[in-house]
């Protein structure tokens, strides 16, 4: 099943990949063929730690991969503008109890970001408002219990 994920999401995950094969990947194995050349493998900590370093760069150049070969990359700006909150758009929402106001994007499991008010399209949240208009209220299951939301504003730019 393809997940959803923005274009610029996308792009940002080609650009990390691209790091890492072409930045990331050479100079860990030139630390390698260096604490090689430094003699006795068995207690050479440079040695094991450029190893964990490859490891975990290759593990995260196929996880990457992966993401991007299972992604189907939505452009929120060729959505259809019909008023309603759909994937990409994002939303002013007004909590009813506390007066505040949020302002949120809703992308791709793999590009949500909470301190960048990115989330996730399958979040309580973002669930919540998927298919509402301005002025509708959406009420969110959260931990702490039901959270009412008044949808202020939808932008669909990008």
Same mark, same amino acid.
């Given at each position: 099943?393809?997940?959803?994920?923005?274009?610029?999401?996308?792009?940002?995950?080609?650009?990390?990949?691209?790091?890492?094969?072409?930045?990331?990947?050479?100079?860990?194995?030139?630390?390698?063929?260096?604490?090689?050349?430094?003699?006795?493998?068995?207690?050479?900590?440079?040695?094991?730690?450029?190893?964990?370093?490859? @490891?975990?760069?290759?593990?995260?150049?196929?996880?990457?991969?992966?993401?991007?070969?299972?992604?189907?990359?939505?452009?929120?700006?060729?959505?259809?503008?019909?008023?309603? +909150?759909?994937?990409?758009?994002?939303?002013?929402?007004?909590?009813?109890?506390?007066?505040?106001?949020?302002?949120?994007?809703?992308?791709?499991?793999?590009?949500?970001?909470?301190?960048?008010?990115?989330?996730?399209? @399958?979040?309580?949240?973002?669930?919540?408002?998927?298919?509402?208009? +301005?002025?509708?209220?959406?009420?969110?299951?959260?931990?702490?219990?039901?959270?009412?939301?008044?949808?202020? @504003?939808?932008?669909?730019?990008?």
């Amino acid at each position: 099943m393809a997940v959803p994920i923005t274009v610029r999401g996308a792009e940002a995950l080609k650009v990390e990949l691209h790091e890492l094969k072409t930045v990331k990947r050479p100079a860990v194995v030139n630390a390698i063929a260096e604490a090689r050349a430094h003699g006795d493998l068995k207690e050479n900590a440079e040695y094991h730690a450029a190893r964990e370093q490859q @490891s975990f760069i290759e593990g995260r150049i196929q996880e990457l991969e992966s993401v991007l070969a299972d992604s189907q990359v939505i452009d929120p700006d060729a959505l259809p503008r019909d008023g309603r +909150v759909v994937f990409g758009v994002t939303v002013e929402l007004l909590n009813i109890d506390t007066d505040e106001t949020v302002r949120y994007q809703i992308v791709g499991d793999y590009e949500s970001d909470i301190k960048l008010n990115r989330i996730s399209i @399958s979040s309580p949240i973002a669930r919540a408002l998927i298919g509402k208009e +301005v002025d509708d209220v959406a009420m969110v299951q959260a931990p702490g219990g039901a959270i009412e939301y008044e949808i202020v @504003s939808i932008d669909y730019l990008g």
